[in-house]
């Protein structure tokens, strides 16, 4: 593993596959910022790499404090359409990318 970049909520990584398929692919770690304000560039800037990573297989983990639909929810307050609309707006951006490659 080779760190590539450092960000404020993220960290990217080469990953070589030494030992099965011999191949690199890049991992992204990453913490969503917790405020509300903070978010809607957190998303746009994965949408943008999202778009710039073309080559390699990749991979994203981490904490996005977002939720897919309101059947996800336990407890507390409800799940409110703008906060599950981030993410799926995402995924959905992310399919209609790769079904095209």
Not at 25 to 39: A, F, G, S, V
Not at 95 to 101: F, P, T
Request: hydrophobic share 40%.
């Amino acid at each position: 593993m080779t760190i590539i970049a450092k960000e404020s909520h993220a960290i990217h990584c080469h990953i070589m596959d030494n030992n099965i398929t011999n191949k690199l692919c890049i991992l992204i770690t990453l913490y969503d910022p917790t405020q509300n304000r903070d978010k809607h560039a957190f998303w746009y800037h994965l949408k943008q790499l999202n778009e710039s990573i073309t080559l390699l297989p990749w991979s994203i983990i981490g904490h996005f404090s977002e939720l897919h639909q309101s059947s996800d929810k336990v407890r507390g307050a409800c799940l409110t359409i703008a906060r599950s609309k981030r993410l799926n707006e995402f995924l959905v951006h992310t399919k209609s990318i790769y079904a095209h490659v």
